[in-house]
T-cell receptor, first 117, second 120 residues
Framework: KAGVTQTPRYLIKTRGQQVTLSCSPISGHRSVSWYQQTPGQGLQFLFEYFSETQRNKGNFPGRFSGRQFSNSRSEMNVSTLELGDSALYLC????????????????FGPGTRLTVL | AQTVTQSQPEMSVQEAETVTLSCTYDTSESDYYLFWYKQPPSRQMILVIRQEAYKQQNATENRFSVNFQKAAKSFSLKISDSQLGDAAMYFCAYRSAFEMNNNAGNMLTFGGGTRLMVKP
């Protein structure tokens, strides 16, 4: 079974631009969660999508948004980029269902490294 | 809201020795899951071990074991016979069982991480 894939792996943008990151979950998984990882704030939950609906949201400004398609692939978008948005963005996929096997484990992708100049 | 704290930013261990990484958490829930994830330099997060709060028995996975103290809200990871490949960032994480069991979410709350160095 193929793992979680994220594209692109590296991205350089300038302040004020917008960016779209993509995450393809493991086949059959319906939940995709996004996390931001920075040296200062650590790993922080952005949002989770399940069956094309946002099921949970972290404490991030509205510039951060996402969506999920019918094939469970997910995209996250950051508009009006700021220097502080430079981070590793990780997505994780799981079945998303109560009682899903095993323990509804989340499988992480390799991440997208975003640098904002 | 739940919080997870890892008080050791860095630890080092001699190859073949044993090391224990600490994690404490705060929650008002009675049912939850706890995890240890490993993040090597490749940045790929890998699940090391999990513990269900309702289970008294400590989880074990080969050289990795946990010491789960529910009353103290403590969840430490013990790595035995440390190997060079164990060098990585280790994150402790919490997940609500209520959210999961009610299809209400799958959010992980992470600690700040501990960088483990293994000396040959």
């Amino acid at each position: 079974k193929a793992g979680v894939t994220q594209t692109p792996r590296y991205l350089i943008k300038t302040r004020g631009q917008q960016v779209t990151l993509s995450c393809s979950p493991i086949s059959g998984h319906r939940s995709v969660s996004w996390y931001q990882q920075t040296p200062g704030q650590g790993l922080q939950f952005l949002f989770e999508y399940f069956s094309e609906t946002q099921r949970n949201k972290g404490n991030f400004p509205g510039r951060f948004s996402g969506r999920q398609f019918s094939n469970s692939r997910s995209e996250m978008n950051v508009s009006t980029l700021e220097l502080g948005d430079s981070a590793l963005y990780l997505c994780a996929s799981s079945s998303g269902l109560a009682g899903g096997p095993p323990y509804n484990e989340q499988f992480f992708g390799p991440g997208t490294r975003l640098t904002v100049l | 809201a739940q919080t997870v704290t890892q008080s050791q930013p860095e630890m080092s261990v001699q190859e073949a020795e044993t090391v224990t990484l600490s994690c404490t958490y705060d929650t008002s829930e009675s049912d939850y899951y706890l995890f240890w994830y490993k993040q090597p330099p490749s940045r790929q997060m890998i699940l090391v071990i999990r513990q269900e709060a309702y289970k008294q028995q400590n989880a074990t996975e080969n050289r990795f074991s946990v010491n789960f103290q529910k009353a103290a809200k403590s969840f430490s990871l013990k790595i035995s016979d440390s190997q060079l490949g164990d060098a990585a960032m280790y994150f402790c994480a919490y997940r609500s069982a209520f959210e999961m069991n009610n299809n209400a979410g799958n959010m992980l709350t992470f600690g700040g991480g501990t960088r483990l160095m293994v000396k040959p």
